[in-house]
């Protein structure tokens, strides 16, 4: 049980350049989640989705875009990234909303030059 | 809206010290509250959480008591290791608004055990 999975680890990006970051889940749950994690600022929602075909904007979610074609995957697509975008990304999943735990990925550090 | 402050860190504690991060919150509905643990280079993971009010979550020696009254869920281990170094952050989950899903963290507080 891999829990959730999420590559890759690092990746440097240059300004203007896309890219996708990868979250797979295999404890079937249907809630998941994108955060960032900037430096002293605490995680920040950029999208979520409750389940396969539904997504929906979190806090931050410009420059961004997700998908969710299987309940196991979860990916996040960067379009023309900016220096702004240089952070910690989390993947995360729970099996409902409310007052359920959500369980975490290792998390991709991006770095934009 | 909803909101989250803990204890401006760095702590530094010699090993076998008495820990406290304190946490506030404010909610518009009746939360759900939590603190998860981030270890060096790694991903979040949940300490203890608690749903009620008066309920205290407890593991691995921490504790935090669910306090309506003061909206407070400060963190408490009684005797740190040097293991327990990490980034430690409060988070909560409302169940009003239709905000049910999201989870609101504090900044964090990252605790440095010395031998």
């Known amino acids: 049980n891999a829990g959730v999975t999420q590559t890759p680890k690092f990746r440097i990006l240059k300004i203007g350049q896309s890219m996708t970051l990868q979250c797979t889940q295999d404890?079937?749950?249907?809630?998941m989640y994108w955060y960032r994690q900037d430096p002293g600022m605490g995680l920040k929602l950029i999208y979520y989705s409750v389940g396969a075909g539904i997504t929906d904007k979190g806090e931050v979610p410009n420059g961004y875009n997700v998908s969710r074609s299987t309940t196991e995957d979860f990916p996040l697509r960067l379009e023309l990234a900016a220096p702004s975008q240089t952070s910690v990304y989390f993947c995360?999943?729970?099996?409902?909303?409310?007052?359920?735990?959500?369980?975490f990925g290792p998390g991709t550090r991006l770095l934009v030059l | 809206g909803d909101s989250v402050t803990q204890m401006e860190g760095p702590v530094t504690l010699s090993e076998e010290a008495f820990l406290t991060i304190n946490c506030t919150y404010t909610?518009?509905?009746?939360?759900?509250l939590f603190w998860y643990v981030q270890y060096p280079g790694e991903g979040l993971q949940l300490l203890l959480k608690?749903?009620?009010?008066?309920d205290k979550g407890s593991n691995k020696g921490f504790e935090a008591t669910y306090r309506k009254e003061t909206t407070s869920f400060h963190l408490e281990k009684g005797s740190v290791q040097v293991s327990d170094s990490a980034v430690y952050f409060c988070a909560l989950s409302d169940n009003s608004g239709g905000s049910n899903y999201k989870l609101t963290f504090g900044k964090g507080t990252l605790l440095t055990v010395n031998p």
């Open positions: 995360a999943s729970s099996s409902t909303g409310f007052g359920e735990t959500q369980y």
């Open positions: 404890m079937n749950h249907n809630y």
């Open positions: 909610a518009t509905g009746y939360p759900s």
């Open positions: 608690a749903t009620k009010a008066d």
